[in-house]
């Protein structure tokens, strides 16, 4: 099993449904590719369970996107 740390913010909450979100009672989140993305080819999609909150930055997602196409990977929350 490969470990990539790595620490992030998550974006454009207001368009999805992270404008409701409260993270302050879940541990873990899921990140999915989002390859055809016209805005960016990096794309990471966040998800709490079947919800979809918001995006890592494009300014932090080029490695995270790179640990995707080769394993998964689970996000650790820091609710502070």
């Keep these: 099993m490969a470990y990539l740390y790595s620490a992030f913010y998550i974006v454009r909450l207001q368009y999805y449904d992270g404008g409701n979100f409260d993270a302050s009672d879940i541990s873990f989140l ?8 016209e805005f960016d080819g990096n794309a990471i999609e966040v998800y709490h369970k079947q919800l979809k909150i918001g995006y890592i930055p494009k300014v932090e997602n080029k490695i995270i996107a790179k640990s995707l196409s080769k394993h998964h990977y689970q996000a650790t929350c820091d609710n502070q």
Excluded at 30 to 35: C, G, M, N
Aim: hydrophobic share 25%.
């Design 30 to 37: 899921s990140l999915k590719r989002e390859p055809a993305n």
